[in-house]
């Protein structure tokens, strides 16, 4: 059973920067894809951003590109997602994913591990 743990978000200006972590229990964390999602009131969860195991090749969704930077640290067990040029469309609770396999995975079912969270509002 992997545990994944997010922090770092927070209340933020416009045009603002946070850096979300989510830190993985286990010793397999390498071998894991990795995602981020948020989810707004009363909207779905869409996926944010995604790396893969190994050489960490990512995939972003259209209205973060350019802004998002989603990198990991295996040596940490931590994935990260560096938020620049915030804009109040970004507020969201947002969820880190995890599951095993070599590519990346754009749909919250293909995931079997989840992070509790972390909350974003971006101010105007």
């Known amino acids: 059973q992997v545990q994944l743990v997010e922090s770092g978000g927070g209340l933020v200006q416009a045009g603002g920067s946070l850096r979300l972590s989510c830190t993985a229990s286990?010793?397999?964390?390498?071998?894991?894809?990795m995602g981020w999602f948020r989810q707004a009131p009363g909207k779905e969860r869409e996926l944010v951003a995604a790396?893969?195991?190994?050489?960490?090749?990512?995939y972003y969704t259209d209205s973060v590109k350019g802004r998002f930077t989603i990198s990991r640290d295996n040596a940490k067990n931590t994935v990260y997602l560096q938020m620049n040029s915030l804009k109040p469309e970004d507020t969201a609770v947002y969820y880190c994913?995890?599951?095993?396999?070599?590519?990346?995975?754009?749909?919250?079912?293909?995931?079997?591990?989840w992070g509790q969270g972390t909350q974003v509002t971006v101010s105007s």
């Open positions: 790396i893969t195991r190994g050489p960490g090749i990512t």
């Open positions: 286990g010793r397999t964390f390498s071998s894991y894809a």
């Open positions: 994913a995890g599951r095993s396999g070599s590519s990346n995975y754009i749909h919250s079912y293909d995931y079997d591990y």
